[in-house]
């Protein structure tokens, strides 16, 4: 099974580097507007968001639906290839790729902790970075067409869907169709203070993902030195996945609370040094916790505390990547055109509150669990 997952993840992220970082330029060469290309992106996060309503609603997050998820993705990574020089079914299309990644992920993710531990996941998961960075090296060599960029994101898509199909399937032949249901015991007005901070948390990456580079450059970085830094940073991201293993026997709830006030400390650093390459590379180094820890001690908390762990999950996954990170790049692009040098200040206040937040809820929780 660690096999399985590890291609998975390598994969899933392999789709996602095509996705962020040479789909805009893919559409740029089909003299897609800048406006309609924030439009098609900005689906992906929305959907996201909207996903884990349908299944409050009574769509059954089981093995029938992750099976037409999948079905989804490949149909929908074929479209973009056949329908890229039309807006409208091009939208569509993106709509239904985030269908199909919406729901994939957070699916596996579940598995992944039953079969691992949380002391293991971060050794799995960090093939995800691997895939990320790796596709990046290997298809900016590539690129000789934007069609190229198209045929990977096909091909890659279609491999995921094969390793998540397998994996689902050795699940549920192990388990010889035994069938479990699971009352939905996630009240999201109840634990408000937790999921606000979570949200704030990826809020305040908006900055980081959408205006790193022309931050930098701006502030006289050179494009090359910015790259190694995003390279860095990843690289943190990978360490930390691989010897997390210490920190995740820790409490999960002190862990967000650490890893959110580092991020803000991160985002005050950007702020305060924009010209300084070292104080800059430092900050890419606390990556490691306020990215891959974070994630690994909040997926670990949440299947921890809640009992339908498959929907906290996909809850994790739509309202803060998703609902954060679409309010994030919104405010960060409001920010960045009015105020530009303080826009990683406003990312530390955010990400400040989300610690305060998930403090808040930490004095919460202690108090009901000596109730």
Known sequence: M???LSSFYFFYFSVVGVYIIFIPKVLTSFEYSPQEIGIIFAAGPLVRFILPMLFIKGLKLERKAFNISLVIMILSSLS???FIEDFYLLLLSNIFLGVGL??????IEVIALEKLGRENYGKVRLFGSLGFVLVALILVRLLSSPIVALEFLVVLSFATAIFAFIIVHELYKNKKGNKEAVVNDINLFKDWKLWLGLTLMQLSFGAFYNFFTIYSTDNGISLETTIYLWSFGIAAEIVMFQYQARFLRSKLLVLLQITTLLTAFRWFLVFVYPQNIYVLYFSQSLHAFSFALF?????????QLYKHKALAQQFFSGITYGLGGFLGALLSGVIYEQYPEYLFLSSSFVAFMSFYFIVLWGKKASLQAKA
Do not use: E, K
């Open 2 to 4: 660690n096999i399985l």
């Open 80 to 82: 973009f290839y056949t």
């Open 102 to 107: 919406g729901v994939t992920l957070p699916y």
């Open 295 to 303: 994630h690994s001690s909040a997926i670990a908390y949440l299947h």
